[in-house]
Structure formats: C-alpha cells, structure tokens
C-alpha cells in the first residue's frame, strides 16, 4: 500500500496508527500499601467495650457528686436553723464561757493590732516625704554655698545638718519598716491563722448542736408516741425508723468528734499565740520606742546603737507603695 493509498484510508476510517513501534516493556507497578485502619472499626466490640466503661465511670462520678451536693445542702439547711433558733431563743447551744471570752479578746485584739499596723504604715509615709524635702534643701543649700561666696558658711553649715537628719532619718525609717513587716506577720499570718481555726471550731459548734437538737427532738417525738400508743397496739416505729435513728446517732457521734478536736486545736493556738505575741510585741515596742526617742532627740550614736542592736539593715528611703498605705 502505498503512502497515497494509506491518506485516504485513514481519513475515511478516522484512524491513524501509530508512527512507532509500541514499547513492550513496561516499568513495573508501585507497591500499594493499605490504609490503616481505625482500630473502632477493626474491632468495634473494643470500641463498645472502652465507651461502655467511660458511660460507667462518668454515671458513677455524676451520682459521688449528687450525694455530695445533697449532703452539703441537708448540713446547710440544718445549719441555718440551728442558728436562728437560736437567736430567737428557741434552742440551746453548747458554750465554753473561758474559751469564748479568750475568743474575744483574740478578735479584739487582732482588731487593734491592725490599727496599729495601718497608723504605723501612715507613719512611714510621713516620715518619708520629710527626709524627701530634707534632702531637697541639703542639695539646694550645698549649690547656693557655692553660687553666694559672701553665704557659704552659712549655707555649708545648713546642708551638714540637713544631710545629717536624712542620713538618721534613713535609719528611723528603716527601724519603722521593720516594725511594720513583723507586726503585718504578726497580724495577718499568725493571728490570722488562729483565726481561721476559730471560725472552724465555731462552724463545728453549730453543726453538732444542729445535730444534737434534732436527735434530742427526734427522741422526745419517740417517747410521746410510745406514751400516746393504745394498749396491747406497738407504735407506729418500723425498722426504717430504727435505722433513721442509728444514722443520726452516727452523724451526731461524727460531728461531736470533729468539735471536741477543733476546740482543743483552738486552745492550744491560743497559748501559743499568746506566748508569740508577746515575745515579738515587746521586741518591736523597744525597737519603735528608742529608735523614735534618739532620732528626736538628735542622738545619732543611740540611734545606731538600736539599728544595730536589732539588726536592722539600713537602706535609702523608698516610697512606700499604694498597698502599704492601704
């Protein structure tokens, strides 16, 4: 056929065939790897299995914190009426006269200790914004000393001793820093800490008074229905009622263990404290009252006697912050 021939057949017949030779040697297949394969699908009873479990363990958290939620709210209720009752007169309350009175003065006293420790802190400021304007007028005399040949005794004179005031004036104001870090420990950790102990002890009282006042309620109720019972008939009290009882004897048994070790806890912190208090009360009175009385009387050698005496470190005056006057 020749090439004539072959133009005419391939536009009739719409075929073209190739100019080449085809390539009978293919390059080989890639290996294709499976995708993996997620394990809830492979094993879907493990899956079932692991969600089964989690269910159970978040119902089981669920009803802990039901029970908790109901517990809280039967002891506040119980709580609450036990304190009203008792403001109204209505029911009694266990009392400690000798603890109770030393409570008070605890309260007391943490009270006016505060107001010393914020008069202290007033104090602080004041003093500060005086050795302030002293150093002021030390600079402004010492540059007119030089500036006023016909003045500079005078001026020399006045700088000496207001350099001097500043520098007694920073070692008073380091001696009030130090009486006010150990009374804001005294007042607001120490004490407070007691504090806290007692608001417990308290809070302890009145559950087991609560719990107390309801038992003895609940065994007064019992003898009036056994007294008003008809003869030859039992009361109306089942085996659920036996076992109400016995957990309230439970309860009541609980909450009276937890006060009586709460009120020695709050005995013991009161000794404590006020062997504390009045170790480091009278070591900061000496401590405000001589470093005071030297710097006023212009003492300087007693007041660096007391500085060190009590090792205070003396630095340069800073400002004291907005929360230490506050």
């Not at 079932?48 to 029970?67: C, F, L, P, T, Y």
Request: proline residues 4%; aromatic residues 6%.
């Amino acid at each position: 056929m020749n090439d004539g021939q072959l133009e005419v057949m391939e536009e009739s017949t719409g075929y073209y065939p190739p100019t080449t030779a085809p390539n009978l040697h293919r390059p080989p297949l890639r290996e294709v790897k499976p995708l993996p394969v997620d394990p809830a699908i492979a094993h879907p009873e493990d899956a079932d299995s692991g969600h089964s479990k989690n269910k159970a363990v978040r119902s089981v958290e669920m009803q802990q914190k039901i029970a908790n939620l109901k517990v809280w709210s039967v002891n506040t209720y119980k709580c609450s009426k036990q304190v009203i009752n008792e403001k109204l007169g209505r029911t009694t309350k266990t009392v400690d006269p000798e603890l109770e009175k030393k409570i008070e003065i605890l309260l007391d006293t943490q009270a006016k200790y505060n107001r010393i420790l914020t008069l202290a802190k007033s104090f602080n400021a004041h003093m500060f914004n005086v050795i302030q304007t002293q150093k002021s007028l030390a600079e402004l005399f010492s540059e007119l000393s030089f500036k006023q040949p016909d003045l500079h005794d005078a001026f020399t004179s006045n700088a000496n001793t207001q350099k001097s005031l500043v520098k007694n004036g920073d070692a008073l104001l380091s001696a009030i820093r130090f009486f006010i870090d150990a009374m804001d420990t005294l007042v607001n950790k120490t004490t407070q800490d007691t504090v806290m102990t007692v608001k417990q002890y308290q809070y302890a009282r009145v559950q087991f008074d609560a719990y107390r006042n309801e038992t003895e309620s609940s065994l007064g109720s019992e003898a009036t229905t056994h007294s008003t019972a008809p003869n030859g008939t039992s009361p109306t009290t089942t085996t659920h009622g036996t076992m109400s009882s016995s957990e309230s004897d439970g309860n009541l048994e609980q909450h009276k263990s937890r006060f009586e070790t709460l009120h020695k806890d709050v005995d013991i912190k009161l000794k404590l404290l006020d062997e504390n208090r009045v170790k480091v009360m009278t070591r900061q009175l000496t401590l405000f009252e001589t470093a005071l009385a030297a710097f006023m009387s212009g003492n300087a050698e007693e007041l660096d006697t007391v500085v060190k005496q009590f090792k205070v470190k003396v630095e340069e005056g800073e400002a004291p912050s907005f929360l230490e006057l506050h």
